[in-house]
């Protein structure tokens, strides 16, 4: 499988990655380091795994030609339909495959970060499933504007954490988590939910999102008679989504992978999350990548309208990614993804996650040509977001006058 998404045997892409954990958590890392190949690679799991995402998350999601918006932006644009996944999104995918994880290890307490919510609802979901306890870390502030996962995951039975430090954002809610985790190292699974973290759970998390590019192929075949596509295009925050989009097609220069994170109020305006136009090499959250930081090496607050890419961060897979060239990151502002949103929902009836519409807003800074084939991954629905959505209508433009 593709160099570019396979960590060596220490944890590394290239420079970047690794495992920077205090002492407390060392046995619970080199225990999922030491296990975690042998459980997913083993046909029980395997077994198991594909039969939940089948019958349970109800894979394979769709590749949906998107008529109008291939006319309007001048080439075959497929979307590839994470939104219509059990939970609304692709965190469902990773969620599966760890609570199997934590289940074959004898962990009972299952803990998790979350930020827009989803991999929250996610694992409170699975953790239902399986009737494990299960506790979420989330920030305040996105307590206060993803209200609704909030409750779904109340409902599922999870006990939720409104984290207060910093921003009260994704970052402060995973140190929140690895906090926790330092104190119950012994009962309790951290479900990470991206692919950021000490080694191995980036690797874990693109391996469980790889479905979503092993199932491109296939379907590119079937509607165009080749599977690999000309662009590939998804958003990133810590990575996941773009890592499973990615995934398949890492080394196959073929194919141009576009990808697209949280500019906030602009790159140079001190209220952004886009770490590759601003970041530099650090340490964040056990691995080395690239950080938003002050020149000491102090964390920055990210911003974003977007819950989950209001990270300071990027997967240690993605750095390398940027370092070597492989792909092109663009930063989408705040008011942009908000009209790609509205736009995607006019053209073709779908409601995209804030997270999602920062992909679409990539579309129009682009040049296709009409026999160009393009993937891009709808990682969210927007039902989360309406009340966002509404409150910053005048940002869509046109679209926004209803």
Request: glycine share 10%; net charge negative; with cysteine.
């Amino acid at each position: 499988m593709s160099g570019n998404c396979i960590a060596d045997r220490n944890g590394y892409y290239g420079r970047f990655g690794g495992a920077y954990v205090p002492e407390i958590l060392h046995k619970c890392v080199t225990d999922l380091q030491d296990s975690y190949r042998s459980i997913i690679d083993s046909e029980e799991f395997r077994k198991e795994y594909h039969e939940l995402l089948r019958d349970y998350v109800g894979r394979p999601s769709p590749l949906y030609h998107a008529r109008r918006m291939s006319a309007k932006y001048g080439c075959s644009l497929y979307l590839k339909r994470e939104d219509l996944n059990h939970t609304g999104a692709h965190k469902i995918n990773n969620t599966v495959g760890q609570i199997l994880m934590a289940r074959r290890m004898g962990k009972t307490r299952i803990i998790a970060e979350t930020g827009a919510g989803q991999h929250g609802v996610a694992t409170a979901t699975v953790c239902a499933l399986m009737g494990m306890r299960c506790e979420i870390f989330m920030g305040k502030t996105d307590v206060e504007r993803q209200h609704t996962n909030v409750e779904r995951m109340r409902m599922l039975g999870a006990e939720v954490h409104p984290v207060t430090t910093g921003n009260m954002t994704l970052s402060d809610a995973c140190s929140e988590a690895i906090r926790d985790w330092c104190s119950h190292p012994n009962d309790t699974f951290y479900i990470v939910g991206s692919t950021m973290g000490p080694h191995p759970y980036p690797d874990i998390v693109a391996r469980m999102q790889s479905v979503i590019s092993e199932e491109i192929r296939w379907q590119l075949k079937e509607k165009t008679g080749h599977d690999y596509p000309d662009y590939l295009i998804a958003c990133v925050g810590g990575g996941s989504n773009s890592a499973g989009t990615m995934y398949h097609y890492a080394d196959d220069m073929r194919v141009r992978m576009i990808l697209a994170e949280a500019g906030g109020c602009g790159i140079g305006s001190g209220r952004t999350a886009a770490t590759v136009h601003c970041g530099t090499e650090g340490i964040l959250h056990g691995a080395r990548t690239l950080v938003m930081q002050t020149p000491d090496g102090q964390i920055e607050e990210a911003f974003s309208i977007s819950a989950g890419l209001d990270y300071p961060g990027i997967g240690p897979m993605h750095a390398h990614m940027v370092d070597e060239g492989r792909v092109k990151v663009m930063a989408v502002n705040d008011d942009e993804a908000v009209r790609a949103g509205y736009e995607l929902t006019r053209l073709e009836g779908i409601i995209p996650a804030l997270e999602s519409a920062h992909a679409l807003a990539v579309l129009p800074k682009m040049s296709f040509s009409p026999d160009d084939v393009v993937v891009l991954t709808v990682s969210g629905r927007g039902d989360k977001d309406v009340c966002t959505y509404l409150a910053n209508r005048s940002m869509a433009g046109e679209y926004g006058d209803f």
